[in-house]
């Protein structure tokens, strides 16, 4: 799998959009690219993915850049209760060859300020 | 109410003792996973399994073992042969279908060795 890049921590005002970026230059052209997020002390949470285009769902939007050596997630109009931290995965789609883990970098740090 | 439970989520143990933590999932998944995580860190893979009766080793395999007879249950198991065993385990869940599937998190357990 792709190895991904991500700012270690970020600050947002509560309401306002958040944009967390995401590189992963060497993506191939069937990898997945996956947002996960954190928080204290509990179990990783699944937000979205996508393989080219751009996807939306309740939570956030993903927007990958059309080369796919970049992502951002959106978070529309953050929350106090968004503060975690957020991982980018990329990741080669299940083929029925076998289902390995997903690989978690350090992720970013992301803090939602009143 | 559908998801994955692991307990306890507060484990102690004096050193030199296995220990069994429980995961189970009503999911209906096919695949299930075991990650570890230490303080700061991402998560690395233990363990996972694919099918029933089916497993295999992750990045960090040593010192621990699993087992897969049912469906829903993945129990693992921390050995004494683990060298440092304090850390935050974490279950997951996914579908084995073609193209992006998505991992579902429980709650963890906190081990700590003494």
């Known amino acids: 799998d792709a190895k991904t890049t991500q700012p270690t921590s970020m600050d947002c005002a509560e309401g306002r959009a958040a944009n967390l970026p995401c590189n992963h230059s060497t993506i191939s052209g069937n990898e997945y690219v996956y947002w996960y997020r954190q928080i204290h002390s509990q179990g990783p949470q699944y937000i979205i993915h996508g393989l080219k285009n751009n996807e939306t769902n309740e939570m956030a939007s993903l927007i990958i850049t059309e080369d796919r050596k970049s992502s951002t997630l959106i978070l529309p109009h953050a929350t106090l209760r968004d503060t975690a931290v957020y991982y980018c995965?990329?990741?080669?789609?299940?083929?029925?060859?076998?289902?390995?883990?997903?690989?978690f970098g350090k992720g970013t740090h992301l803090i939602i300020q009143p | 109410d559908g998801g994955i439970t692991q307990s306890p989520k507060y484990l102690f143990r004096k050193e030199g003792q296995n220990v069994t933590l429980s995961c189970e999932q009503n999911l209906n998944h096919d695949a299930m996973y075991w990650y570890r995580q230490d303080p700061g860190q991402g998560l690395r893979l233990i363990y996972y399994?694919?099918?029933?009766?089916?497993?295999q080793k992750g990045d960090i395999a040593e010192g621990y073992s699993v087992s897969r007879e049912k469906k829903e249950s993945f129990p693992l198991t921390v050995t004494s042969a683990q060298k440092n065993p304090t850390a935050f385990y974490l279950c997951?869940?996914?579908?084995?279908?073609?193209?992006?599937?998505?991992?579902?998190f429980g709650p963890g357990t906190r081990l700590t060795v003494l």
């Open positions: 399994s694919q099918i029933v009766n089916d497993f």
């Open positions: 995965i990329v990741r080669a789609p299940y083929s029925g060859g076998g289902a390995d883990g997903l690989t």
């Open positions: 997951a869940s996914s579908m084995n279908r073609e193209g992006g599937n998505e991992q579902f």
